[in-house]
């Protein structure tokens, strides 16, 4: 028995609404290996990725940010090529903290807390759609 009180999984489907992709000021950490496939995915060389897209943060590299009326959005959230949805330009090379959302441990640290995250992203996707299950969810928990 399982003492995650999420035990019998949780529902989660993507809106592309953006709102996990944009806000105050943030980071979205990738490792170098992450850095190389978002670069391959742009055809652009790696120092140039890292000059027009990323910046460093500490010891740590996280995605820039570009000011919109949304708020902060990641450089790489396009709003324009999907009428009414937000959705991600590298999509297939995104980072393991985008991948992974909203399953980060500290979103499932109580089931008050993953609704505080819902209602203050807010996330439209949280709780409904699919059910993810228990199994699913510790993969991508464990992965941040």
Request: charged share 25%.
């Amino acid at each position: 028995m399982s003492d995650e009180w999420y035990a019998e999984g949780l529902r989660f489907t993507c809106t592309q609404c953006g709102n996990c992709c944009t806000g105050p000021a943030g980071a979205v950490w990738f490792n170098a290996e992450e850095g190389r496939a978002m670069a391959a995915k742009l055809g652009v060389p790696e120092s140039e990725f890292y000059e027009r897209y990323a910046r460093r943060i500490d010891d740590l590299w996280s995605l820039i940010e570009t000011e919109t009326e949304h708020g902060l959005d990641c450089i790489f959230l396009d709003r324009r090529s999907v009428p009414g949805k937000a959705i991600c330009s590298i999509y297939e090379a995104r980072p393991t903290q985008c991948r992974t959302w909203p399953f980060w441990p500290e979103n499932l640290r109580t089931k008050r807390h993953w609704e505080t995250v819902k209602r203050v992203t807010p996330c439209p996707g949280m709780n409904s759609g699919k059910l993810v299950p228990i199994e699913s969810i510790r993969i991508q928990r464990d992965m941040h």
